[in-house]
């Protein structure tokens, strides 16, 4: 009997595991084998042909015959004459996998970015290399950047921009014929200032005196309308430091209260009497605002402090926000993507000089350190600035690398994910809750930026800002560049970081720009401190432009109408700092967003755009009666009319009496090597930049980047019902042994 049972359990055994092998057998099991092609190494030469190109000795036939001794070699012309739509035709040859580009990078303005130029790249899996060019002709082009119009017996600020600029060169500027600078210099940039004492229209001519290529790009011309003060009413009933300053600037009638018939001005200012506003004179607001026209409301002590007529008509709402406490938390969010290499890299350098900043200020301060790339990591947990030590070497020790088959792999820089972390680190944690960002802004477009913008939205719904530190790595940084960082910080309601040290303002009442992106606050600077304010909260509507830097809302602004308001006095206790000279211009910005178009009001206007030789210009005329001229057919486009020409010649030009600034192609204003530009293009699409001489590294690359992975499926069946069979021998061979015992037995 012992034996039986011996072999009845022997053979459920068995034949169960048969029976599963059997069945394993039928669903085809198979195992991936990896094996690398050498795939199809061909390079597709673009040779940008445009006149730019003449300041380089470069032989683009040269370097296609040396590449072809070694593979093969398509060559397409993107760019000729003074067309360099670089942009646009390097996205038509995205279909092949492997693109070097003979360009000096200076991509014209209405061509297809980089930036998203380098997204396309990403989803056709196409590779841009680019090669550096040679030797350079001497050339520079002056421009001239400022406003095209301006106001009587006031300030006019403009500046002379030489790119290229690499030796002295003389630089004249006249005014209508008068010379108000002429010297040597070898600056990029010349700020100037000039006061118009008449109105109309003046003419401003910016020379470059120097031998250089082209002659094409060295005069700029500009027009500038010198309008009247612009007529603004104040109502208030104290003496004001803006009593002298606003006068200086504008056509103002002061008044103890709101007058019924607005219709001459083009702004109101409401100093501290928003509660005196009646019901009749909010509906005459309400409408004047509805039609256009500006409004500025300053703080003090008697606004945003309950219910007022015209609340409806605020960005901010009164009495809610309390200061936060003195408890402030920091996450550092660390940029690792690209090729890291390095146990510390430049963005932890920079993080390790905040974090100690951070660990010697007074207040409670928390700290916690987080790194992305294609992944975000916790390299910190949030915890007192104390462990400043253990958070660099945290950094020091932590490696985030991507190795396949022993070489190191560009990673690309999705910043969600580091947010992310963030937000986990921040969840339920009270205080004043802050995230720094160090970046270069080089976050990759289309694909991954969207998901960071609502990450930053979801985080300040948690009331958490974020800051941007201005990194810029030493071989990598252009002005777009830093721009995104400006516009990731103004996203984030958080302060544009300048220098290590300016982080302290983080903490005091200082003023921060919180939004670059606006009229009132591009490239403003502040230097003031206020030592109150109104507490107020921002409205759904509202944008912050200015706060403190703890965060509370100092101008604020409304996206549907031109409404500004100050959540501070006018200097009277709590600002005085604010109407002092040194920050005119922002009391100046505000008033000059409110009152918009200062020719808006006239019955009859000509407006003429910039206008550039070869180029269509629009020309918008405002009046009774259709304009007539020979120039042009206009058009009824609503309130006015339209049509365009095409300048010819550069100088000064004229339509309907009124004249405008021709100046020369596109093509000739960015001159020069474009390294910044190439250098963000390729290391978004895993791409080098190489010397001209660097042959074999072309090859090479492309080569490595034509290799193809292949998996093939190796069946496994055959093993498995071999298995199968083994088993069932093994059954009979034990089965007979069983047999023989039970004879003996």
């Known amino acids: 009997m012992r034996v039986i049972w011996k072999t009845r359990v022997l053979m459920v055994i068995t034949r169960s595991l048969i029976l599963g092998l059997l069945v ?11 094996t690398v092609s050498e795939g199809d190494p061909t390079i597709m030469l673009l040779a940008d042909n445009s006149t730019s190109m003449e300041l380089f000795d470069m032989n683009t036939e040269e370097l296609k015959a040396k590449l072809e001794e070694k593979v093969p070699v398509s060559m ?40 998203d130029l380098a997204a396309y790249a990403e989803k056709f899996n196409t590779t841009i290399n680019a090669v550096e060019l040679g030797d350079e002709k001497s050339d520079t082009a002056i421009k001239i950047k400022g406003p095209k119009s301006s106001i009587v017996e006031t300030d006019y600020y403009f500046s002379v921009q030489l790119d290229n600029m690499k030796k002295d060169s003389r630089v004249s500027v006249t005014v209508d014929g008068y010379p108000i600078y002429d010297d040597q210099t070898s600056s990029s940039s010349i700020d100037l200032k000039y006061t118009f004492d008449d109105k109309g229209h003046h003419k401003i001519i910016a020379t470059l005196n120097a031998d250089d290529y082209f002659d094409q790009n060295n005069v700029w011309y500009k027009v500038v309308e010198v309008v009247e003060k612009p007529k603004i009413v104040y109502v208030g009933y104290r003496a004001s430091s803006l009593d002298a300053l606003l006068p200086e600037r504008y056509d103002v009638t002061s008044v103890r209260s709101v007058p019924s018939d607005l219709s001459p001005y083009f ?11 009646s019901p009749d004179s909010a509906e005459i607001i309400e409408a004047y605002t ?5 409004l500025v409301l300053f703080g003090g002590m008697n606004s945003f402090q309950g219910p007022s007529e015209i ?22 969010i660390v940029d690792q993507s690209g090729i890291v290499q390095l146990s510390m890299t430049e963005t932890e350098q920079a993080a ?17 350190v987080v790194d992305f790339s294609y992944t975000g990591h916790i390299m910190y947990p949030l915890a007192p600035a104390t462990d400043a030590a253990a958070m660099k070497q945290a950094m020091n020790d932590f490696q985030d690398t991507t190795t396949i088959d022993g070489t190191l792999w560009l990673r690309p820089a999705a910043l969600h994910t580091g947010l992310l972390k963030a937000k986990e680190m921040l969840t339920g944690v009270s205080g004043n809750n802050n995230i720094i960002l160090i970046s270069d802004g080089n976050i990759h477009g289309t694909k991954y930026l969207p998901q960071a913008v609502n990450e930053i939205a979801e985080l300040r719904k948690m009331g958490v800002r974020l800051h941007v530190y201005d990194f810029h790595s030493l071989d990598l940084d252009d002005g777009v560049l830093r721009q995104v960082r400006k516009y990731l910080s103004s996203l984030g309601g958080g302060m544009f970081i300048d220098s290590y040290f300016s982080l302290n303002t983080l903490f005091e009442k200082g003023l921060i720009i919180a939004n670059y992106n606006h009229y009132i606050t591009s490239d403003l600077v502040i230097d003031a401190v206020v030592t109150g304010e109104n507490k107020v909260t921002v409205s759904p509507s509202g944008i912050s432009l200015i706060t403190t830097g703890t965060g509370l809302p100092i101008v604020t602004v409304n996206n549907y109408n031109k409404v500004v308001a100050i959540s501070t006095d006018d200097g009277y206790e709590w600002a005085e700092d604010i109407v002092e000279e040194r920050n005119e211009q922002m009391i100046y910005r505000i008033f000059d967003w409110a009152i918009g178009d200062p020719n808006r009001k006239k019955a009859t206007y000509v407006d003429v755009g910039d206008a550039f030789v070869g180029k269509e210009t629009k020309i918008e005329y405002k009046g009774s009666s259709y304009p007539s001229t020979s120039r042009c057919t206009f058009l009824p486009i609503e309130e006015h009319y339209e049509c365009s020409i095409i300048p010819q010649e550069t100088g000064f030009d004229e339509i309907l009496s009124v004249p405008f600034a021709v100046n020369y192609e596109e093509e000739y204003q960015d001159v020069g090597y474009n390294d910044a530009a190439l250098k963000a293009l390729t290391k978004k699409t895993n791409g080098v930049v190489f010397s ?31 298995a ?16 023989n015992q039970k004879y003996r037995g």
């Open 24 to 34: 394993f057998a039928l669903t085809g099991p198979f195992y991936s084998v990896e």
């Open 76 to 115: 397409v012309t993107i760019a000729s004459g003074t067309n360099s739509r670089i942009g646009d035709a390097v996205f038509r040859q995205l279909q092949y996998d492997n693109l070097l580009l003979v360009t000096d990078g200076n991509n014209a303005k209405e061509s297809m970015s980089f930036t």
């Open 267 to 277: 702004a109101v200012a409401i100093n501290d009497v928003m509660h005196e506003i």
């Open 290 to 294: 509805d039609d256009g026209n500006g």
């Open 311 to 332: 609340d409806l008509l605020l960005p901010i709402k009164a009495g809610v926000t309390e200061e936060r406490d003195n408890t402030f938390n920091f996450i550092i």
């Open 352 to 368: 390790a000089a905040l974090i100690d900043i951070l660990k010697d200020r007074k207040e409670e301060v928390s700290i916690g």
């Open 692 to 722: 001209l001489e660097n042959i074999e590294g072309i090859v090479s690359k492309v080569k490595s980047d034509s290799k193809v992975k292949i998996l093939d499926k190796e069946d496994v069946d055959w093993y498995i019902l071999a």
């Open 724 to 739: 199968a069979m083994l088993i069932f021998l093994f059954e009979i061979f034990v089965r007979r042994i069983f047999q």
